[in-house]
């Protein structure tokens, strides 16, 4: 593809830096994903400019209707600081004209309540755990036939946030603390799952109307402590000398054919009930008797290099910058 002119959207503290000199090794990690993706946008021979926003919508107008780039490259996952207002920004965009990146505002809205996901997956034949929504200012009631051990979710957020070993619970007292500790720290409504035991495998995708799945991925924690369960705390997938700590990988999935035929296809469904587009990714858990449990879709996920999508394209065969080369394409197909 000849060059074009693509506006890198993403919030105004993550900027891609021109230098790394001065910045916290903090700030160097936060940071990756916006600078592997401009700086491979600019190797690709692309005119890339970088947009932050935050808090209001003028300046992206303003860069649209100035600069009309080809294509907006959206790496913005919220707005006014509260993750589902993302979706109204590319609905922003849409009103806009402007062609964009990854997913579309349907696809965000079904995929950030994780309770309506879950439940189009049920209804479309894709097995979950059971669960139930605990919504801000009340207290958990447990659901007929619910057995512990629980996990707690925030419901409307994503990068494992509120996620530590304490949202695994094992009696109703701490099921009533940690539910409180969602509303009150997220801010949202709990989401209580069943636990399941077992592997976490992540199938990532790429694609509008034709799909293409990559070689699915799973999460490896090395140096588990006795009796711990695994789980993808905020702290093992965000912090990197936790992450040095506890060897954690993430690696291809060894399963069986069969396997791969039962997750390509629970996985294609689920991207076209829940609207997804560009990319996406599609988080199981792989439990102890082989089935597999649909936990959540991860519309537009970290595009860093050495991470899940990345990591599944090369396995694929796709390097790096074929990878963003066809998110781009993708987008402006949008």
């Known amino acids: 593809m000849k060059p074009r002119r693509v506006l890198v959207l993403s919030h105004e503290d993550l900027m891609a830096p021109e230098s790394l000199e001065g910045l916290t090794d903090q700030q160097i990690h936060d940071t990756k994903c916006e600078r592997d993706v401009v700086n491979t946008l600019r190797e690709l021979g692309h005119e890339v400019r970088q947009l ?56 965000l809205v079904l995929t950030r309540d994780k309770s309506l996901a879950n439940k189009l997956m049920a209804y479309h034949r894709v097995k979950g755990p059971r669960f139930f929504v605990v919504r801000r200012g009340l207290k958990p009631r447990l659901k007929r036939g619910l057995k512990f051990p629980m996990i707690v979710k925030a419901l409307n957020e994503e990068a494992s946030l509120a996620i530590a070993k304490a949202s695994i619970v094992h009696s109703e007292e701490k099921l009533a603390e940690r539910v409180k500790f969602v509303h009150e720290h997220a801010e949202t409504h709990a989401l209580v799952e069943e636990f399941i035991e077992g592997r976490e495998v992540y199938v990532a995708m790429i694609g509008n109307q034709r799909l293409q799945v990559l070689p699915p991925q799973e999460l490896v924690v090395g140096n588990l402590a ?21 060897q954690v990988k993430v690696v291809t999935a060894e399963l069986t054919p069969e396997q791969h035929k039962v997750l390509e296809r629970a996985s294609r469904r689920a991207y076209r009930v829940l609207e997804l587009k560009g990319y996406a990714r599609i988080d199981y858990r792989l439990a102890e008797d082989g089935s597999f449990y649909f936990l959540e879709a991860n519309p537009n996920p970290e595009l860093a290099k050495g991470e899940e999508v990345a990591d599944a394209a090369a396995a694929a065969g796709i390097t790096y910058p074929e990878l963003i080369q066809k998110i781009v394409s993708l987008g402006m197909r949008h």
């Not at 009796?227 to 936790?242: C, F, Q, S, V």
């Open 226 to 246: 006795e009796g711990e369960r695994l789980i993808a705390t905020a702290k093992l997938k965000h912090d990197p000398n936790y992450q040095k700590k506890r």
């Open 52 to 107: 932050g926003v935050s808090d209001d919508l003028r300046p992206i107008r303003s860069a649209v209707v100035r600069w009309k780039p080809h294509v907006v490259f959206n790496l913005l996952e919220e707005f006014l600081d509260t993750a589902l207002f993302d979706h109204n920004v590319v609905a922003y965009l849409e009103l806009l004209r402007a062609s964009y990146t990854g997913c579309g505002p349907r696809g």
